[in-house]
């Protein structure tokens, strides 16, 4: 599991949402995710599943406001997930 850095714009139509900003290749992406999984200004994805120069695809945990699930960002705004169970 990677980390994805990300910028909180608000709260969400529900409590236990947040509205946040991803920086992508085409520009910033806004998604409604789960407020509780959000961690210092991070949000839980996938391993990248493709890469491109400097970019890497990753799947986001919901869609954006326009409807995409994975978007393309530069491979600085991952981080590894130190917390992450590793499995053998």
Do not use: C, Y
């Not at 992406?29 to 599943?49: C, F, H, M, Y």
């Not at 978007?71 to 981080?79: G, P």
């Amino acid at each position: 599991m990677m980390l994805l850095r990300i910028k909180k714009l608000g709260e969400g139509l529900h409590p236990s949402e947040s509205f946040v900003s991803v920086e992508t290749r085409t520009g910033p992406q806004e998604v409604i995710v789960d407020a509780k999984s959000l961690r210092n200004g991070t949000l839980p994805v996938g391993w990248p599943v493709q890469k491109s120069g400097d970019f890497l695809l990753v799947e986001l945990p919901r869609p954006t406001v326009n409807g995409t699930r994975r978007v393309w960002v530069r491979k600085e705004e991952l981080i590894p997930d130190k917390t992450a169970r590793k499995t053998a």
